[in-house]
């Protein structure tokens, strides 16, 4: 059974930092491609960053590009979301998702509140 716990959510303010952690359980960590999602009240779910298993290769959304990076390490089985400069619009219930092998994003976490004040 898979099993993701996000942490480090919280507070700041416009132009602080935080970074988020998700903790994987359950089937290979390392055969996984990870990604972050957020969704902020009476908006749709988007994805923010993932990253392939080996992690040479990520994808950004734009709204978040030059400022916040994605990492992972299989030995820990944790995925990261590093956010810097952060902005009121980056206020949302951040997700972790694992993709599964059939290409869809099947396993989320319960998600972690992210709120950046002005």
Do not use: H
């Not at 988020?20 to 960590?29: D, I, K, M, N, T």
């Not at 590009?65 to 219930?93: C, H, W």
């Amino acid at each position: 059974q898979v099993q993701l716990v996000e942490s480090g959510g919280g507070l700041v303010q416009a132009g602080g930092s935080l970074r988020l952690s998700c903790a994987y359980s359950g089937r290979s960590f390392r055969d996984l491609t990870m990604g972050w999602f957020r969704q902020a009240p009476g908006k749709e779910r988007d994805v923010v960053a993932a990253i392939t298993w080996s992690g040479g290769s990520t994808y950004y959304a734009d709204s978040v590009k030059g400022r916040f990076t994605i990492s992972r390490d299989n030995v820990k089985n944790t995925v990261y979301l590093q956010m810097n400069t952060l902005k009121p619009e980056d206020t949302a219930l951040y997700y972790c998702a694992a993709e599964s092998a059939g290409g869809t994003w099947d396993y989320w976490g319960q998600g972690t509140q992210v709120t950046v004040s002005s």
